[in-house]
T-cell receptor, first 113, second 113 residues
Framework: QQQVKQSPQSLIVQKGGISIINCAYENTAFDYFPWYQQFPGKGPALLIAIRPDVSEKKEGRFTISFNKSAKQFSLHIMDSQPGDSATYFCAASEEAAGNKLTFGGGTRVLVKP | DTAVSQTPKYLVTQMGNDKSIKCEQNLGHDTMYWYKQDSKKFLKIMFSYNNKELIINETVPNRFSPKSPDKAHLNLHINSLELGDSAVYFC????????????FGPGTRLTVT
């Protein structure tokens, strides 16, 4: 049973466009929602994160939108660049469970020049 | 300086063999993790250690045994390797069990033939 569902599996966007990745979760006890970025041959790296008491967080071209009632959150990459081509993972964790990260299935983003 | 390092980067071995993967972090963190990323890129936690104490132990075959000689090292030993163990294994670290940001190593690609 996948606790964090991520879509789409892959995404192609033109340079300058907007990439949107969506995630849905089931466990209402989750209290932290990070996004990790992974380049080929590398380990995942934290990109941006949000807590459920905030509906939106923006860092540069990356924005997380959070909908607590719908149990959904999404990552928007504005003005997508070829260097953003990577696999993006949403995740969720629960402090009471030792902050164990539960990852979504990943979205492979390709930004065409 | 590499923050979280793993050796080896690639490991090819035959079924039935025993192998180890080593992980070291120089970030001064006290919590370390092992993750498995399968061929579909799905990332799942296996173990976590805090100050050499096992904190998270997911449903992993007991052929997998983590060992933490000190808080800067977390090794993974795998006995009687099976074809299904083929994956990329990532080590990660964080400062504190309740820390939200985890720093990942570059991964070890294990291929069992």
């Amino acid at each position: 049973q996948q606790q964090v569902k991520q879509s789409p599996q892959s995404l192609i966007v033109q340079k300058g466009g907007i990439s949107i990745i969506n995630c849905a979760y089931e466990n209402t006890a989750f209290d932290y929602f990070p996004w990790y970025q992974q380049f080929p041959g590398k380990g995942p790296a934290l990109l941006i994160a949000i807590r459920p008491d905030v509906s939106e967080k923006k860092e540069g071209r990356f924005t997380i939108s959070f909908n607590k009632s719908a149990k959904q959150f999404s990552l928007h990459i504005m003005d997508s660049q070829p260097g953003d081509s990577a696999t993006y993972f949403c995740a969720a964790s629960e402090e009471a469970a030792g902050n164990k990260l539960t990852f979504g299935g990943g979205t492979r983003v390709l930004v065409k020049p | 300086d590499t923050a979280v390092s793993q050796t080896p980067k690639y490991l090819v071995t035959q079924m039935g063999n025993d192998k180890s993967i080593k992980c070291e972090q120089n970030l001064g963190h006290d919590t370390m993790y092992w993750y498995k990323q399968d061929s579909k890129k799905f990332l799942k936690i296996m173990f976590s250690y805090n100050n050499k104490e096992l904190i998270i132990n997911e449903t992993v075959p007991n052929r997998f045994s983590p060992k933490s000689p000190d808080k800067a090292h977390l090794n993974l030993h795998i006995n009687s390797l099976e074809l299904g163990d083929s994956a990329v294994y990532f080590c990660a670290s964080s400062q504190g069990v309740l820390a939200y940001e985890q720093y990942f190593g570059p991964g070890t690609r294990l291929t069992v033939t």
